[in-house]
């Protein structure tokens, strides 16, 4: 068990630094595009099903 527990200990990465604010920012708003572009990639099926249900169920 000991060897198990200095394995991972040698595959840890060393702690980083937090990033400066403006690289932070930058991240998010990397991260905003990301999410926008998941959300319009996923409108479209998601109104093909939702078209399908409702021809299919008639509400």
Do not use: C, K, Y
């Not at 200990?9 to 990301?34: C, F, H, I, M, Y």
């Not at 572009?37 to 479209?44: G, H, I, M, P, Q």
Request: glycine share 6%; proline share 7%; hydrophobic share 45%.
């Amino acid at each position: 068990m000991g060897e198990h527990d200095q394995d991972q200990a040698a595959l840890a990465e060393p702690a980083r630094s937090p990033p400066a604010n403006a690289q932070a920012r930058e991240v998010t708003d990397g991260l905003w595009e990301a999410v926008a572009d998941v959300r319009l990639s996923l409108a479209v099926p998601a109104a093909t099903v939702r078209d399908a249900h409702v021809a299919r169920i008639g509400f």
